[in-house]
């Protein structure tokens, strides 16, 4: 196979790669209850925002291969109800992140505690990141919530 044609061919599988991608999320349908849940409560962050919001989140809170290092922020909580996320928390806005491949939202703390079950169904492991990137709430699988500060760098 020529250059030209082994490059048009790997365009095509990126650009069928994408479509794919965006075919899951349309049909994500805990997604959309998720969505339709925080109604006029949340903004739906444009790829490029999310795709931003996305490396920060990775590059500023430490990962282990099953979840957040938490030895590695500050001031951790584990919460036992969602509605005591208030009382630990000081943001009061965050984003809503799952994995890669689906948006990222904004949402207030409130909207977000009213809506929790939603959000939370969406993917297993979900992450609340404040908006200035200092705090994080990891809505982990099992039911656990955890509430940190990120350590200075």
Partial sequence: MDSDRKQRLEQLKKENKVVQAQKRVENNILLKECITALASDAEILKKEDADKIYRVFNETIPFL??????????????????????????????????????????SDLFS????????????????????NCDEVIELYHEGKITVGMVSEK
């Avoid at 584990?78 to 630990?88: A, E, N, R």
């Avoid at 009213?114 to 908006?131: F, G, Q, Y």
């Fill in 65 to 106: 291969p099953w979840g957040i290092d938490w030895k590695q922020l500050k001031a951790v909580h584990i919460v036992d109800d969602v509605k005591k996320l208030k009382s630990v928390c000081k943001s009061e806005y965050f984003y809503i992140i799952w994995n890669a491949e689906l948006p990222i939202m904004k």
């Fill in 112 to 131: 977000i505690t009213r809506c929790i079950d939603d959000i939370s169904a969406v993917e297993p492991d979900t992450w609340l990141l404040s908006l």
